[in-house]
T-cell receptor, first 115, second 113 residues
Framework: KAGVTQTPRYLIKTRGQQVTLSCSPI?????VSWYQQTPGQGLQFLFE???????NKGNFPGRFSGRQFSNSRSEMNVSTLELGDSALYLC??????????????FGEGSRLTVL | DAKTTQPNSMESNEEEPVHLPCNHSTISGTDYIHWYRQLPSQGPEYVIHGLTSNVNNRMASLAIAEDRKSSTLILHRATLRDAAVYYC??????????????FGKGTKLSVIP
């Protein structure tokens, strides 16, 4: 069974640019969530999508956005990049979660460097 | 908001049990406790989760305090492959299948051969 695939794995951007990251979930998984990981802040929840709808959002500015397509693939976009956006961006997929149970399957992440 | 606190690092000898603590004193009654671990250059992987009762699976055990303000992940026999950063996470349901996640800073476990 193929795992969660994130592309690109590495990318370098400059301040002010925008970036789009892609995530292909495990087949059959309809929930996709995104996380930012930095040395200073650790892991932080960005948002979660289910059936093309954003169900929840973490405490990030509006520059961070995402979407999910009908095949459950998801993209996240960061506009007007800042140096502090340099991070590992992780995507995770899961079957429908009920009441806090279940398991997240993470991809290996997209490492973004902002110069 | 719920918050979790973990030690920055711990060491264990190979084949010895390891107890990784997590404090979550502001946990609410509906928060699930999840543990994930992250090996170098990989995404996190699921270890175990629970709500109120202690839980066991093939990877580990989760001991939850009676007041639920703390929990302990127990690796029964540490191996070199268990060297990773272990994250304690609270998953707070927020209706209609939605949820919020609160991550601890993680404990880096080193296993000594």
């Amino acid at each position: 069974k193929a795992g969660v695939t994130q592309t690109p794995r590495y990318l370098i951007k400059t301040r002010g640019q925008q970036v789009t990251l892609s995530c292909s979930p495990i087949s059959g998984h309809r929930s996709v969530s995104w996380y930012q990981q930095t040395p200073g802040q650790g892991l932080q929840f960005l948002f979660e999508y289910f059936s093309e709808t954003q169900r929840n959002k973490g405490n990030f500015p509006g520059r961070f956005s995402g979407r999910q397509f009908s095949n459950s693939r998801s993209e996240m976009n960061v506009s007007t990049l800042e140096l502090g956006d340099s991070a590992l961006y992780l995507c995770a997929s899961s079957l429908v979660w009920r009441e806090g149970t279940g398991e997240l399957f993470f991809g290996e992440g997209s490492r973004l460097t902002v110069l | 908001d719920a918050k979790t606190t973990q030690p920055n690092s711990m060491e264990s000898n190979e084949e010895e049990p390891v107890h990784l603590p997590c404090n979550h004193s502001t946990i609410s009654g509906t928060d699930y406790i999840h543990w994930y671990r992250q090996l170098p250059s990989q995404g996190p992987e699921y270890v175990i989760h629970g709500l109120t009762s202690n839980v066991n699976n093939r990877m580990a055990s989760l001991a939850i305090a009676e007041d639920r303000k703390s929990s302990t992940l127990i690796l029964h026999r540490a191996t070199l492959r268990d060297a990773a950063v272990y994250y304690c996470i609270l998953r707070t349901p927020s209706g209609a299948g939605s949820y919020q996640l609160t991550f601890g800073k993680g404990t880096k476990l080193s296993v000594i051969p």
